[in-house]
């Protein structure tokens, strides 16, 4: 790791943004996918990482968790800079580590590219599929990405969640989704 | 009598999840793309009832609630916001602009429904 990195590692059902040239965002893939998203103009980025509860073949527009994991990260980069028509994509993830005959990491994969077709978001590189886990570091300013393939094939944070830490938060808000409030 | 509703929205998965929960649950659905493109759509869609986003381009969803309080024909036109963003501060503005209501996505069919059907009422 550089000397001086700020590491903010996002696990499953987070996201986090930053335009901060000295902080990497990291994560452990088995069958979820992360999405990196960044501006190369405004030179901010970010990072979700997600597991769709949908099943397989489901449309975009019927996958309500999918499309709200990436509309609050494409809103939070917004929120610092970024323009919705600049934004490029990478991806990662959607491996098929358990060996459940349930393609849950191709339901995840499908889900994320029909998105970003639909959003005309470009993927300027992705690794996706596979049996191995993978370890993904995102460096938001540059949005430059790199990945480490690991030999185990189930990633222990994949099992055990750990519990979340700062720069980092959920991509559900505290008050609950769905929340209707008339004024 | 169906309701007419002008959904106003920058992302189009966003929009079509709107065409299939709003067109199920009976209601007659203009779709805009941008605060510019729903005020442009308001005199054809007469709509009942105007659902916007927050962050969208050319026109934000502030802006859409301040230009169609300033039509006469709109002055009392319910305005439900439909967004990720759930700060005080950004529902407070809205509030004061003359939004009607605030939703957080990701919405639940039913609750958008019964909160159309609320406002209208």
């Not at chain 1, 339901?107 to 029909?114: C, E, K, M, P, S």
């Not at chain 1, 949005?143 to 099992?159: D, I, R, Y």
Request: with cysteine.
């Amino acid at each position: 790791m550089e000397p001086g990195a700020k590491v903010v590692t996002v696990m499953q059902g987070e996201l986090s943004v930053s335009g901060d040239p000295t902080v990497v965002m990291s994560c452990i893939l088995g069958s979820c996918v992360a999405t990196c998203l960044y501006d190369p103009s405004a030179r901010v980025g970010g990072m979700n990482h997600i597991l769709l509860p949908g099943r397989r073949g489901e449309a975009v527009a019927h996958n309500k968790f999918g499309v709200f994991a990436m509309e609050t990260l494409i809103n939070e980069l917004m929120h610092i800079g970024a323009r919705k028509p600049k934004l490029v994509a990478k991806i990662f993830g959607g491996a098929s580590t358990f060996d459940n005959g349930l393609a849950i990491g191709a339901a995840n994969a499908a889900f994320v590219r029909d998105f970003l077709e639909t959003e005309s978001i470009p993927i300027a590189a992705e690794s996706i599929g596979g049996r191995q886990a993978r370890r993904v570091r995102f460096f938001p300013e540059s949005g430059h990405a790199k990945q480490l393939l690991t030999a185990e094939a189930v990633p222990a944070e994949e099992l055990r969640p750990q519990k979340p830490a700062r720069d980092r938060r959920p991509a559900v808000p505290p008050g609950g989704s769905g929340e209707v409030e008339l004024f | 009598m169906t309701l007419k509703v002008l959904a106003i929205d920058d992302s189009r998965t966003m929009r079509d999840l709107l065409q299939v929960s709003l067109t199920e649950s009976g209601f007659d659905i203009t779709l805009a793309e941008d605060g510019i493109d729903g005020l442009d759509k308001l005199e054809t869609a007469e709509p009942d009832v105007v659902i916007t986003d927050i962050n969208m381009p050319r026109l934000d969803g502030f802006g859409v609630i301040e230009a169609v309080r300033a039509r006469a024909d709109h002055r009392a036109t319910p305005i439900l916001v439909l967004t990720t963003e759930s700060s005080p501060e950004m529902k407070s503005r809205a509030r004061t602009a003359g939004a009607t209501g605030w939703i957080v996505k990701p919405f639940d069919d039913v609750a958008l429904a019964s909160a159309i059907h609320r406002v209208t009422a």
